[in-house]
């Protein structure tokens, strides 16, 4: 029996129904079988001027961070002066039996280059002892710990050192070699100004200029006041 319009019209309902159900895992499964074969879409790849740019924004954020770090934009050149106190423990034949030790005021300064972190430089100074004079002129390396406006350091040099002017019989310039180490910390109330203090401990070798064979050996510890530009 041929269905009635009533019941023909029933199912058409049901099957447009159920039409999109019935469809929707066809239609998946050809949207998987097109990943699978490759035609998705590619990856977008990174030009050359791209990556550049990446890199450079890269650095330019290190080197902001850094300034912030520190409260103060890059440094590369410093200076600074220096005025203080000197105690040498002198023990030498040349000098009499007894062993001198001597404190007197100190002055000298230094200039230099700054990487980053790390410093050299060249540094004089001159020691105004009772009985003599003690100068000295060294290569200098440092290191230094940014914290903010406060900012700790240590250094390390070694050079050429004088001594002149004992009131011994008999005494003549003493010439030689000196090694120093030294700590320090300075304030920067400024980007470009600091204002610090130094302490050092140094040994000396020294030798007549006469050329005979009378040597000596000795000692100092130098405190200082330090006033340093930076650019």
Request: hydrophobic share 40%; aromatic share 10%.
């Amino acid at each position: 029996m041929l269905p009635s319009r009533f019941e023909m019209k029933a199912y058409g309902i049901v099957f447009g129904l159920l039409g999109p159900c019935l469809a929707w895992p066809a239609l998946a499964q050809n949207d998987t079988d097109l990943s699978a074969g490759g035609l998705a879409p590619p990856e977008a790849i990174e030009s050359e001027s791209d990556r550049a740019a990446r890199e450079q924004q890269t650095e330019a954020d290190l080197q902001k961070a850094e300034e912030e770090d520190s409260g103060r934009g890059l440094e590369f050149f410093w200076l600074n002066g220096e005025i203080g106190a000197t105690q040498v423990w002198l023990k030498s034949d040349f000098v009499g039996s007894a062993d001198k030790s001597q404190l007197g005021l100190t002055y000298g300064g230094g200039l230099g280059l700054r990487i980053v972190a790390f410093t050299v430089g060249a540094r004089f100074r001159m020691a105004s002892l009772p009985d003599t004079q003690l100068w000295t002129l060294n290569a200098e390396g440092g290191f230094r710990i940014p914290l903010g406006s406060i900012e700790p350091y240590f250094t390390l040099g070694a050079g050429y050192a004088s001594m002149a002017g004992f009131d011994e019989p008999g005494f003549s310039d003493a010439r030689g070699l000196n090694v120093r180490g030294g700590a320090g910390l300075d304030y920067y109330p400024t980007e470009v100004f600091s204002l610090g203090a130094n302490l050092t401990g140094e040994f000396l070798y020294l030798a007549r200029s006469e050329g005979d064979s009378d040597s000596s050996v000795a000692g100092a510890g130098t405190l200082t006041a330090v006033v340093g530009l930076h650019f």
